[in-house]
């Protein structure tokens, strides 16, 4: 509804002669559409960008709107509540395109803003979309460096529980949580120059979100420590728990052993006791044969041995004595003989027998028999 739509020429060769017409009251109720010739021919406005730009009847203030941009035809929705702030005629009104430092602005139209009966107007003042939007980017700077300010509050909090491993991260949390509310209170100072604030809020932001990362880092890092140290521990307890079965085990051995080897002194004990009788009795034995030998040395019609026999039973008998003297290592006597193992011998010189642990003196012949 109430859309306008006129020519407009980039060469301003045009006498112009456009004339539309806008109500105070209205709102958003007058729409300029206007094609855009350069020198005649359909003007290239790909990449440009477009305003509305309109000297307000007082000659004092102006309105500039954004408009959009397709093919050659340029359009915008005015803001009656801005443009109509003082009512009268204007015949300075015209489009500017803008593009990499590049401006141009078509032939002048006129605007007669028609006065409103019952609603009352704002006083005039300028009135500039451009403005407005820094205005608006200051503000959303503002809230961004507020938000800002929080995040790294809160990152300064994460970084405060990892303080007992991480005393670096508390510093650059705590520093970034400074360096954003220094931030969002120079945004806040700076709301009357949008664009400074801007710059330093959207600095301030990144600055926030830059320590909330760090902070982040940070505790992942301690949290990583923790879970190695939990298993370096469990690693050394059950590097423990086998040491203590392995000494366990050694204690059981050597118990084992030192049993053993108290049975083994025991066997040992009664091995050598039972040798010893062994010993005697084979001596007993020997001393027996020798006196049955002696005893019956008759011609063997008296129903004893025969002397053959008897020699037989006494060549037997010195047998029997040397191998338990080899046995034994020691000497062993029966009646008036001595049998002496090989260990004992010592030399045979010119007639001269020389025994081991053995002594004569004055006709006595002493053997030490074990």
């Not at 443009?83 to 204007?90: D, E, R, V």
């Not at 301030?204 to 902070?215: E, K, L, Q, V």
């Not at 040491?243 to 050597?254: C, E, F, N, P, Q």
Request: net charge negative; charged share 20%; with cysteine.
């Amino acid at each position: 509804m109430n859309t306008h739509t006129i020519e407009l020429d980039l060469s301003k060769d045009s006498l112009g002669g456009n004339l539309i017409r806008v109500g105070q009251g209205d709102k958003s109720g007058t729409t300029i559409k206007s094609l855009i010739y350069d020198g005649g021919a359909e003007a290239s406005l790909s990449g440009y960008t477009g305003y509305l730009e309109v000297l307000l009847p007082n000659k004092r203030n102006y309105y500039r709107a954004q408009c959009t941009i397709s093919g050659n035809v340029a359009t915008v929705t005015v803001d009656e509540n801005k443009l109509c702030s003082i009512a009268g005629y204007t015949d300075e009104a015209y489009f500017a395109f803008e593009k990499s430092g590049i401006r141009y602005s078509t032939e002048r139209f006129a605007i007669d803003i028609l006065r409103c009966a019952t609603a009352g107007q704002k006083p005039a003042q300028n009135w500039d979309d451009a403005i407005d939007n820094l205005i608006s980017r200051g503000n959303a700077a503002v809230s961004a460096a507020n938000t800002a300010a929080t995040s790294a509050n809160a990152a300064a909090t994460r970084a405060n529980d990892a303080a007992d491993r991480v005393d670096a991260s508390i510093a650059a949390a705590t520093s970034a949580t400074t360096a954003a509310n220094s931030a969002a209170s120079e945004a806040n100072t700076a709301a009357t120059s949008a664009t400074t604030a801007a710059g330093k809020a959207n600095t301030a932001a990144s600055d926030a979100n830059t320590a909330a990362t760090g902070a982040n880092e940070a505790a992942k890092a301690a949290n990583d420590a923790a879970t190695a140290a939990n298993s370096a521990a469990d690693k050394a307890n059950n590097a423990a728990d086998r040491v203590d079965k392995a000494i366990g085990d050694a204690t059981s051995a050597a118990d084992k052993a030192n049993k053993a080897a108290e049975s083994a002194d025991a066997s040992a004990g009664k091995a050598n006791s039972a040798a010893n009788d062994a010993n005697e009795a084979a001596k007993n034995a020997l001393r027996i044969i020798n006196s049955i030998g002696s005893v019956g040395g008759g011609g063997g019609s008296g129903g004893g041995a025969s002397s053959a026999e008897v020699d037989k039973i006494k060549e037997d008998n010195a047998t029997l004595a040397g191998t338990l003297a080899e046995l034994t290592d020691g000497y062993i006597v029966i009646d008036d003989t001595a049998f002496t193992p090989q260990s004992r011998f010592d030399s045979f010189t010119d007639g001269a027998l020389t025994l081991k642990q053995a002594a004569f003196d004055d006709e006595t012949l002493t053997l030490t028999l074990v």
